[in-house]
């Protein structure tokens, strides 16, 4: 309320933003080209306010490239967010970069974006399993998962640190009726994993319009934003796209 704003900092309300910019390389793998520069894009989304970089190397290879994450990681000075699936290969680049972070997601070949959350509560043993290798090597991983309470124990027992909750269908909701019940949802979710001690992020399918009453979501640490912000970027440039968005994403109070 107003009356506490005196006693509050500025940081109180700050949900950091992770920039997702795999898809400055789809634009680049559509030729095999050079261009665009994908540290640049990087650099520039650090410019424009980005907390940290999110990149997502897929097993297809089909827009991050294995010498984009050891490139990206060495030079930035902000979190390395490296998004990517369970397979051994993949797990084995993960401890070869080291990144801050890693946010394990499921991965179907043929999908168009990652579609659903991972379902921990089905292979528990299995994504431990890589928590632990990952988590022994000093990275803080988070498991992308639904907004629900059974995945939200999974992700407890697997030994994640932070969950990161699917806002996609939030985002793709048709009427206001079944957006607000998906906010509800993550609002539960949210309360359960900050109560059992994990981290909460979220993400998928923001933008400018849906953004702000995701931030009603309590306990956010950070917002993992992508399509949209690229999208802008090729008419504003990205420094500017990701520099629109900070202010939107600020905790309600
Ligand atoms: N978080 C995760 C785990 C994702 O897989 C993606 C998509 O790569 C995003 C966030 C960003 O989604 P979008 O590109 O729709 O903003």
Redesign the pocket.
Same mark, same amino acid.
């Given at each position: 309320g107003k009356g506490k704003v005196a006693a509050t900092f500025p940081w109180e309300f700050m949900i950091k933003l992770g920039v %997702?910019i795999? !898809?400055v390389a789809t634009l680049r793998q559509v030729r095999r080209a050079t261009e665009p520069d994908i540290l640049q894009a990087a650099l520039e989304a650090i410019k424009g306010g980005a907390d940290g970089i999110?990149i !997502?190397l897929r097993e297809d290879r089909r827009h991050i490239q294995d010498q984009d994450v050891f490139a990206i990681s060495k030079k930035i000075r902000v979190p390395l967010n490296l =998004?990517m699936s369970l397979a051994p290969e993949i797990v084995r680049i993960a401890l070869d970069v080291n990144p801050e972070k890693v946010?394990l997601?499921p991965e179907r070949r043929q999908e168009l974006?990652?579609e659903g959350g991972l379902a921990v509560s089905k292979e528990v043993k299995r994504v431990s399993r890589a928590v632990s290798v990952l988590t022994k090597r000093g990275i803080v991983v988070s498991l992308?998962i639904a907004p629900s309470e059974k995945e939200v124990r999974a992700a407890y027992q697997s030994g994640a640190q932070y969950v =990161?909750f699917?806002t996609g269908e939030y985002a793709h909701a048709q009427t206001s009726k079944a957006r607000a019940r998906e906010l509800v949802r993550l609002k539960q979710a949210a309360v359960l994993a900050h109560s059992l001690g994990l981290g909460v992020n979220a $993400? !998928? $399918?923001?933008n400018y319009q849906n953004v702000q009453a995701v931030c009603q979501v309590p306990h956010l640490d950070e917002l %993992?934003? $992508?399509?949209?912000?690229v999208s802008r970027a090729v008419f504003t440039g990205l420094r500017s796209a990701v520099s629109e968005m900070k202010p939107l994403i600020r905790k309600s109070s």
């Open positions: %997702n795999d !898809h999110t !997502h =998004e946010c997601v974006t990652t992308f =990161e699917h $993400g !998928h $399918g923001l %993992n934003i $992508g399509h949209s912000i």
